[in-house]
């Protein structure tokens, strides 16, 4: 009898011979999908950082444009009014002469 049993269990595949399946519940709720859902969460966290850096970043970059064309309006203002000034004070002196 112990043969017959032996026989038949070596015919028969065993559990650690069988193709791992996946049931189709697995990961679509309660506790296997908590680590899934929280690396979402953490990914679509991370892009929002990233967004955020990225706006920063071309804020910072704006700001820095703008300065330096507020800067370069005021020197080419400054250089007209000095060119100005020279042009009075050479039209001064020569009705002087």
Do not use: F, I
């Amino acid at each position: 009898m112990a043969e017959d049993l032996s026989r038949r269990n070596a015919a028969q595949p065993s559990v650690a011979a069988a193709p791992a399946t996946v049931a189709p519940w697995a990961g679509s709720a309660g506790s296997g999908s908590q680590p899934r859902g929280k690396a979402l969460a953490e990914v679509m966290e991370e892009e929002e950082r990233e967004l955020m850096r990225q706006r920063s970043h071309e804020e910072q970059r704006r700001r820095a444009q703008e300065e330096m064309e507020r800067r370069r309006s005021q020197e080419e203002v400054e250089a007209r009014a000095r060119q100005e000034q020279m042009l009075q004070q050479q039209l001064q002196q020569q009705q002087q002469q």
